[in-house]
Each structure stands twice: as C-alpha cells, then as structure tokens.
C-alpha cells in the first residue's frame, strides 16, 4: 500500500508544477500590460521601469517564474493590488471559508445523496427508485445560483427564518461556532449541496443495482444471509467508488463555488476570485487559483489513500 501512495505522489509532482506553471502564466497570457491596475493614467517612464523591476518584468519568463515559484513555496504569493494586503493571509482566510462551506455542503449532499441511491438500488424499478432518480436528476438540473436566490426570497425575505448574506452578524467574516453564526451557513450549504447529491444519489444507485446482479450475492443469499447482511456487503464494496466521487465533488465544489459564494456574499474564494477578476487584481487571482488547484491534487491523493485502504485489490494492481 505505501509503494502505491508513493507512486500517487510521485505522479502527482508533475501536475503540481503544471499547475503552478499555468498559474504564473496567466499574469502573461490575460490581454493587456499586466501593470496597468497599478500604474497611474499619467505614469512617467521612470516609474514604469521601477514598478516592472519591482514585479521582476524586467527579466526572462524562465527566471521570473523560477523567482515566483520560489517565493511560493515559501508562502509569499506577493501582494494584492487592490488591498496592499499579502495574497497569503487573504487567500488563507478565504479558504478557510469556503472549506467549511464545502465540507458542509459535500456532508449532506454524500449522505442524502447516498440513502436515495441505495434506495433506489435496493427497490430498482419501484416507484421508489423513481422517485429518488427523479430527485437526483432535479438536483443535477437545477442551476445551483437560482436555487439559492429563490430559497434566499423564501427563507430570509418573506420568512424571515434563516440570513441571506455574510458569515456572521452584521456581515462578519470571522467564524464562530455558535447559532448566529451557524444560521449563516444553512442556505449557501444546502444550495451547493444539491448537485453533489444528485450526482452520487446517481452513482450509487448504478453501482447498487449492478452489485445486487453478482454471482456473489447469489451465494451470499444461498447460504441464509439475511438482508441487511447483504446490504451490508453490498456497501462495503460500492464504498470505494462513492468515495472517490464524493472526493471529486468537494474539489470542484472548491473551485466552482464563485457563483453562490457571490449570491450569498461568502467570503470565500469564489468570491475572492471575483472580486480579483473584476479589480483585475492579477497576484491575488494567480495566488487563489494556485492554492485551491494545490487542495485539488492533494484532496485527490487523500481519495486515493482512502480507496486503497478500503480495497487493498486497487494498491496490488
């Protein structure tokens, strides 16, 4: 099992650097002079060349993604244009936030996500399975940014039960485990919950359906098992591929979450792209890609441990 992980890790490396190359590109690949958002209108020269000594655009491509690659690995991701502020202690705060948010989120999605699909398995072809692949399928149609403004106008504006904005009172973005601040976590959860759960619900109910068809269930009802015992197996071997898709849904739900975090005002990183995007605040924008491409590939690496553990035939392989 270890040589396996350590194979994991090793193909890992060269995705990491990809990811890090593309990351320093896109400085130079995004239209424009990328010191325009900090120039003024009526920069002399003389500024321009300190400003591009100062960002290292004075040297080679090679060197200044060596440089900035270098500085990364030791946490300085530079500084954001727009607040002055590291690019690390924004980005960390923001992932912060938006981890909770997805774990939440990809919590209850796994959960209901898995009852309706091994539900839906159990009684394939019954008005049960139908109804939970309806569910699923809902749940991986709808746009996730209008479920949450149209449970935002339900349950803040004409119920008045849940808050529609913010991480905390008075739109803090500091966390606390208490009520108030566990409130502001229940709409942007569920809302990004539901196409997680539509797509293991899914996944699940193929993986059920076809597990229940094997000889070795046969047998297993042959020598008096009873059902729950067979369920049981059954779980057991649908484990590895469920978590491997559920490792899938929180890494994107990592990464895709910019447009509810913009709905609900979560300060998160879907947010903090945004804002990067629109303020073309280039170092925060490379500097938060980076970092959530990076939880991305080591999430996946997580997975597989997880797998491998659970099925010992996938590190033999």
Not at 12 to 17: D, G, H, V
Not at 117 to 137: E, I, K, P, Q, T
């Amino acid at each position: 099992m270890l040589a396996y992980l350590g194979r994991r890790a090793f193909y890992a490396l060269p995705i990491m650097l990809g990811v890090a190359l593309f990351c320093f590109l896109l400085v130079h690949l995004a239209p424009g002079d990328p010191l325009v958002s900090v120039l003024p209108p009526d920069a002399s020269v003389e500024l321009q060349r300190q400003l591009m000594s100062i960002y290292g655009f004075d040297r080679s491509l090679p060197e200044q993604f060596v440089r900035w690659l270098w500085r990364a690995l030791q946490g300085d991701l530079g500084t954001s244009i727009a607040s002055g502020r590291p690019v690390s202690s924004e980005v960390s705060k923001a992932v912060g936030n938006t981890l909770m948010l997805a774990v939440f989120a990809t919590a209850i999605g796994f959960l209901l996500g898995s009852l309706f699909g091994f539900v839906a398995g159990y009684f394939r072809d019954s008005w049960v399975d139908r109804a939970a692949s309806a569910l699923s399928v809902l749940g991986v149609s709808v746009p996730h940014y209008w479920l949450g403004m149209v449970l935002v106008i339900i349950f803040s504006a004409q119920l008045n039960w849940l808050p529609a904005t913010g991480a905390g009172p008075g739109g803090s973005e500091s966390w606390a485990w208490n009520w108030e601040h566990m409130r502001h976590l229940v709409l942007p959860a569920i809302t990004m919950s539901v196409i997680p759960m539509g797509i293991i619900a899914r996944t699940v109910r193929a993986l059920v359906a076809e597990m229940l068809a094997q000889e070795f269930v046969v047998g297993l009802r042959a020598k008096g098992l009873t059902d729950l015992g067979v369920f049981l197996h059954v779980v057991k071997n649908c484990a590895p591929t469920a978590l491997a898709v559920m490792g899938l849904q929180l890494g994107y739900l990592l990464g895709g979450s910019i447009l509810i975090e913009t709905v609900f005002s979560w300060p998160g990183t879907g947010f903090l792209l945004n804002s990067a995007i629109f303020q073309r605040d280039l170092p925060l924008l490379q500097g938060t890609i980076l970092v959530l491409a990076m939880f991305f590939v080591l999430l996946n690496l997580l997975v597989d441990a997880l797998q491998s553990a659970l099925d010992p035939r996938m590190a033999r392989g």
